[in-house]
């Protein structure tokens, strides 16, 4: 069986290791989302202390000097022209805090807030940033004691950077306004204290670097690729089975017929549909080798499709738009989280102070737009993929909805609608998820007194790709229902060892359906076997038998 990604491998590790360098999408989401009681711990390495004392000795001196420090002797953006003394840079960055923290909206999901803090400790472990290493501990100590900031998730333009929401971060370090101390809402000043924590004061600049940066774009953004990889597999187990249940053409995901149009993705996703059917024979059995003859006016009607709908036999081609996307996307965003992404920057072999636009997300935001509309679209074709399962028009001898089959003089008769429901509500969600493919970079607004002119609009397009992964996940959890009951009434033997194992798991949180019965609890389930990767793991295992 083709694995996934290594990205998806389970992280075994105890300790997550920030050094400004090495932070992958799996490092993110193995702090971000703890297994069980198991949490990894994340802490500072070494050579990046060093790096960050330079920075600080590079500003202190700078700021001795008196020379003018944009956030740190100056004010901020459009206001960069006010200069004060350093005596005021600590009264400067309390303020930052204070009217940047208007964030509106519903608050982030602990996991998106636990990798934007993960995130920013590692970019601001590069040193590069002015920023005491006190400030980075305390930070990852709150991530180890789950005490973590409520971040709403509107009000960031995606530059400078994530202002508004990474203000809560900054605020829950100086013991102002509340925390979630494991899942509790608490005074952040409380929660620090419950957890043997005590709170900070900012100094010059370090207010300016916890907020100036990409990290809260990029913890959704690391959950949605982590998140869609998982799809695009379920994509594909999803075609397997349709072929298997309409008795379609395995013929259709050959070698030949991508190798001569060798796209990466594509080519990944038809050896794993291949992979899920049990690695069929080539011959395509639409071909009768030996012929057969015509009736005297030379036509005949065939018994079976020479092919199979779009919707399964170009499978490979949406789904490996997904798979493509993901390689590119995945290397942005692990470049971008291993950044150094505010302004200014310390630049220690120069001994020189930069100002740049570090903080700008746009890799973020084109990864995100591009990442949402390959998701939405498998969240189609798999919607396509139902309605021929569901539809007796065109499942090849289902029942209509996928009843139960009962005898005609059988009580129940006429009374059941099977999956008519769960098809409209796949419509729903799938049109829902091509909604929300509108590209949110294309809307830069000019703001801040037309200071930040060109922003990036990053933020919005990361929580937009990871709300369709979130409907394109339940659309495809109806989907492997649909299919399971497809396979209950076609019967098991039309699957392989591989999707069996699909089965034999999804029947073990969602019973046949024998009768109309609600599936909203039948769907979250399956949504949490994707999720997790159980699904995949248990096909993999399969495959690999």
Known sequence: MHTMDTALAANDKAELLIDGHTLTVTDVVSGARPAGITRVRARLAEGAVQRIEQSLALKNKVIEAGLPVYGVTSGFGDSNTRQISGLKSEALQTNLIRFLSCGIGPVATPDVIRATMIVRANCLARGASGIRTEIL??????LNNDVLPPIPERGSVGASGDLVPLSYVAALLTGQGKALHQGEEKDARTALADAGLGEVV?????????????SFMSGFATLAVHDATELAFAADLSTALASQVLQGNPGHFVP??????????????????????????????????????LTESGFRELEEPIQDRYSVRCAPHVN???????DWAKNWVEVEINSTNDNPLFD???????????????HVGQAMDALKTAVASVGD????????????????????NLIPRFDADSWEAGLHHGFKGMQIAASGLTAEALKNTMPATSFSRSTEAHNQDKVSMATIAARDART??????????IHLLALCQAADLRGQECLSAPTRAAHELIRSVSATMDGDRPLAQDIELVVGLIASGELRRAVEDAGRD
């Open 381 to 400: 074709l798999l919607d396509r993929q139902l309605e021929l399962i569901v539809d007796e028009k065109f499942n090849n001898g289902l029942t209509p």
């Open 137 to 142: 501990e305390l930070l990852l100590d709150c």
């Open 348 to 362: 220690v072999e120069a001994g020189m102070v930069r100002n740049g636009g570090n903080f700008y997300g746009g």
């Open 256 to 293: 030949f017929i991508f190798d001569q149009k060798p796209h990466t993705g594509t080519r990944t996703s038809a050896r794993t549909i291949r992979e899920l059917l049990g690695n069929p024979e080539d011959l395509d059995p639409s071909v009768d080798p030996e012929g057969a003859a």
């Open 468 to 477: 369709v992964v979130e409907l394109v996940r339940q659309v495809t959890a």
């Open 320 to 326: 490996g738009v997904l798979r493509d996307t993901l």
């Open 202 to 214: 900012l100094g010059a600049k370090e207010g300016l670097a916890l907020v100036n940066g990409t």
